[in-house]
């Protein structure tokens, strides 16, 4: 691959785009052909951003909030981040352990630039969000997954995570509520991972907690750090208003925590883009600190949706899923699909099969699994209307319908 690409760094060429931008990137192509694509790739809420934060954003503007603001972040939204994490964590983090970025991707990808050097290990738990292994990769780390399966909830066992540590350690992932499959760990699994951890000083922890206020099950909102004190100093809570507040497209995150990697990734900041935008700053305050009916109603609306699209695809036979914790996605397996043959003559295989069956035959656009290091699955998301969602998943039923048995 380097030798066709003479011109580019290997940390280029080793990574893929992201599977979701490529996927959202072949929805728009498809419809402007005029496909009429029923899309299940996005990861983004489809509500719009919150009234009072737009206008937050617009007396930034007018007050002449225009300028370069600190490379850490304003100090209103490191205290409004602060406020939060006491919030809902009980968690005091000093203000001096707070980095802001360009959204949460940008934030956990300067933390891996801060403290991988070549060849060391990073611990990514499968299904995973399709970034962590890349992000690893271009800064010349090894992703090292491990699998976890259904049976385990998607979830990493004290097992598993005791046996995937090496000296080369410097990082386990760990996404809760996940993306892609909404597993949530409970503080009993955390207080268990957090055992293994203390026998190794060497591991730090980044929690991915973008999805943490869309939850749909009691009991799973505990942070490592709230479970373990001890690991305090060495876990890095990121997070950010993109999925909470519908703010994607504002790219404001936050890493908290280790403060010696939120003093490099503020360094690191300091030569990439000096600071994120001072408008979405002053507009994230006003999500984070505002009225939080927004969330409440748009939890709820998840929710109604998570039930139906479960029912839904849990009646089509040869599909089933597990019902998401949080996070507004269903992993699907799709296993039972293959060695069937579509009505065009061609044998689904693989998840990629399925998907593309899915949209040629149907228009329907979702993620397959090897994705998320899963192979055997696909990813819905439910973060869109009602009636789409009803429509997709009549149309996945007819695709499955169609599929007839491979005589053996
Ligand atoms: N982490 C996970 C698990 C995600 O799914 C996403 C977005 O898809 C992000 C981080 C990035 O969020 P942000 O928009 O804050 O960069």
Same mark, same amino acid.
């Given at each position: ?8 760094? /290997?940390?280029?060429?080793?990574? /893929? !785009?992201?599977? &979701? ?36 954003? =617009? ?19 490191? @205290?409004?981040?602060?406020?939060? +994490?006491?919030?809902?964590?009980? +968690? ?11 959204? #949460? ?25 399709? &970034?962590?292994?890349?992000?690893? +990769? ?24 005791? #046996?995937?540590?090496? &000296? ?47 939850? $749909? ?44 990697? *939120? ?14 935008? &001072? ?19 748009? =939890?709820?609306? $998840? @929710?109604?949706? @998570? ?9 089509? !036979? ?45 228009? *329907? ?44």
């Amino acid at each position: 691959m380097t030798a066709t690409h003479p011109g580019l760094a /290997q940390r280029v060429t080793r990574i /893929q !785009p992201s599977p &979701s931008t490529a996927a959202a990137q072949r929805v728009r192509e498809l419809r402007a052909t005029g496909a009429r694509i029923v899309d299940l790739t996005v990861g983004e809420p489809d509500f719009d951003t919150p009234e009072h934060v737009k206008t937050a954003a =617009v007396e930034a503007i007018r007050r002449g909030d225009t300028k370069y603001t600190p490379v850490n972040g304003t100090p209103e939204l490191r @205290r409004a981040i602060a406020a939060k +994490l006491a919030r809902r964590h009980g +968690l005091a983090v000093p203000d001096a352990h707070i980095a802001v970025g360009g959204g #949460a991707k940008q934030v956990i990808f300067l933390a891996l630039m801060a403290t991988v050097n070549r060849g060391d290990e990073v611990i990514v738990p499968a299904p995973y969000w399709v &970034s962590y292994p890349d992000m690893v +990769l271009a800064n010349d780390g090894t992703p090292v997954v491990v699998a976890c399966p259904a049976e385990q909830g998607f979830k990493l066992t004290a097992g598993a995570l005791r #046996a995937a540590i090496t &000296s080369r350690t410097r990082w386990l992932v760990l996404n809760t509520p996940g993306n892609p499959t909404g597993a949530s760990y409970t503080a009993a699994e955390l207080g268990e991972l957090a055992e293994v951890l203390l026998d190794h000083p060497h591991v730090r922890v980044l929690t991915d907690e973008i999805y943490d206020e869309i939850r $749909y099950e009691p009991g799973t909102a505990r942070t490592l750090v709230q479970v373990e004190p001890r690991l305090t100093d060495r876990v890095l809570i990121t997070n950010g208003v993109s999925k909470t507040y519908a703010m994607t497209g504002w790219r404001i995150g936050y890493g908290a925590g280790a403060p010696d990697v *939120v003093a490099a990734i503020n360094k690191l900041q300091s030569q990439i883009s000096s600071c994120p935008s &001072s408008i979405s700053q002053a507009a994230a305050v006003a999500a984070l600190d505002g009225p939080q009916d927004f969330v409440d109603e748009t =939890v709820a609306a $998840y @929710r109604a949706r @998570r039930d139906e699209t479960v029912k839904l695809i849990d009646d089509v !036979p040869l599909l089933s899923c597990t019902p998401p914790d949080g996070g507004f996605y269903l992993f699907v397996d799709c296993a039972g699909t293959f060695g069937h043959r579509t009505p065009e003559g061609t044998t689904i295989r693989t998840d990629a099969d399925f998907a593309r069956y899915l949209l040629e035959a149907e228009q *329907v656009a979702v993620i397959h699994g090897e994705a998320y290091g899963s192979p055997g699955y696909f990813r819905i998301s439910f973060a869109t209307a009602d009636a789409v969602l009803a429509e997709a998943c009549t149309r996945i039923a007819r695709a499955c319908a169609a599929l007839t048995q491979e005589p053996s």
